[in-house]
C-alpha cells in the first residue's frame, strides 16, 4: 500500500522562499516512496494546526512541516493528542529554527533540510504537554514564564547574528528597570519551591534563542523536563546570572535552581493570586497560570540528521 506524505508550509517564512522549494521537496518525498502533496497555510488561526489534524486523521504517514518555529509547533499540536499519529519531518524556514538546531537539520538551505528525509533516520521525541484547566496544548522546545521570559524571545534576530550573547546583555540591561518578582508555588519531582522568582524556563532540547549552554544536560527523549527557577529581581545579580547563562556557567550558581522533572504544576500564592501571569510556550502565549506540565515521552517520530 502506498504511503502519504503531507507537507504543510508558511509560504512567508524564511524570506518568502518556502514557495519556490514546494516541487523540490515534494520530489524528495516521492523519491522514498510517499505519494506527496502539499498544503499551503493560511492567514487563518491555527491553518497548519488544522490541516495536520485532517491530514492525520485521514491516515498519511507522514506531515512535514516547513516554515519557523511556529509552524512546526502548529502541526505538533494538530497531531499530539491523537492516539495514531504520522511521523514528521521539519524543514526549517524561519529565524531561529531552535528545534531545527536541536535535530540536526540543515537550517541555512531548505533543499538540504528536505534531503534529510533521505537517509531515513528517525527518532522518537519527547513532546511537552500544558494543561490550563482543562484545555491542552503542547509544545516542543520550551515554556516558560515570569517578568524576565520576554528575554528568551524579545531579541530580534538581525541583533542575536550582529552581536551574540551580549546582544541578551543588553536587552537585560534594558528590561530591569521595569522588572517585577512573582510569587509561585512550584511542585515538580524533586519537591516544592515557593517564594518569589523572576523566570522559570521548562526545557525539551538544548537550544533556547540560538544558543547551546542554558540547559547543558537536555536530552531529547528521557522523558525528563529541564527545569530552571531563576529567583532574585535584584539588577545586578541577574545581569550577572545572564552572562553566566549564555556561557552554561550558571548551573550551580545559589541564586538559580537547576533540576529535571517529569512533571511541573504551577501556582500563583502571596501577592501574585489575582494576577494575569502568561505562559510562553514555544515563543508564543498559550494561556495564563496556573498551569500544569506532563512529559510525554517518545510522543512524536521525528526525521533527525546524522
Not at 143 to 154: D, F, K, N, P, V
Not at 202 to 227: H, K, R, V, Y
Not at 238 to 262: E, F, Q, S
Not at 282 to 304: A, M, S, W
Amino acid at each position: 500500500m502506498t504511503k502519504k506524505a503531507r507537507l504543510i508550509y508558511n509560504p512567508v517564512s524564511g524570506h518568502e522562499q518556502m514557495p519556490k522549494n514546494v516541487a523540490d521537496i515534494l520530489d524528495v518525498l516521492e523519491r522514498v516512496g510517499y505519494e506527496a502533496s502539499a498544503f499551503r497555510t493560511t492567514p487563518a488561526k491555527k491553518s497548519a494546526q488544522k490541516e495536520a489534524t485532517r491530514a492525520a486523521t485521514e491516515g498519511f504517514d507522514l506531515i512535514v512541516a516547513a516554515g519557523g518555529d511556529g509552524t512546526i509547533n502548529e502541526v505538533v499540536n494538530g497531531i499530539a493528542f491523537l492516539e495514531e499519529r504520522p511521523k514528521m519531518a521539519i524543514i526549517p524556514a524561519g529565524t531561529t529554527n531552535d528545534y531545527a538546531r536541536a535535530l540536526n537539520i540543515p537550517r541555512d538551505n531548505i533543499g538540504e533540510a528536505a534531503e534529510v528525509i533521505l537517509n531515513n533516520k528517525t527518532r522518537k521525541m519527547d513532546i511537552g504537554q500544558a494543561n490550563f484547566a482543562g484545555e491542552e496544548q503542547y509544545f516542543i522546545n520550551i515554556a516558560a514564564c515570569g517578568s524576565l521570559t520576554e528575554l528568551t524571545y524579545g531579541v530580534p534576530s538581525e541583533i542575536k547574528s550582529a552581536l551574540g550573547y551580549t546582544a541578551y546583555l543588553i536587552k537585560g540591561a534594558e528590561m530591569l528597570p521595569h522588572l517585577t518578582e512573582n510569587e509561585l508555588r512550584l511542585t515538580y519531582d524533586a519537591g516544592v519551591y515557593e517564594g518569589k522568582l523572576s523566570m522559570l524556563l521548562l526545557g525539551m532540547t538544548n537550544s533556547i534563542g540560538g544558543f547551546e549552554q542554558i540547559m547543558p544536560d537536555a536530552q531529547l527523549s528521557d522523558g525528563l523536563f529541564q527545569l530552571i527557577i531563576v529567583k532574585p529581581a535584584d539588577p545586578v545579580k541577574l545581569l550577572r546570572l545572564i552572562a553566566l547563562a549564555l556561557n552554561g556557567k550558571h548551573v550551580d550558581d545559589p541564586d538559580i535552581i537547576y533540576t529535571k522533572t517529569r512533571s511541573l504544576k504551577i501556582e500563583l500564592v502571596g501577592k501574585s493570586i489575582g494576577q494575569k501571569l502568561p505562559v510562553n510556550l514555544d515563543g508564543e502565549i498559550g494561556d495564563y497560570c496556573p498551569v500544569t506540565f506532563k512529559n510525554l515521552q517518545k510522543r512524536i517520530e521525528f526525521y533527525v540528521g546524522e
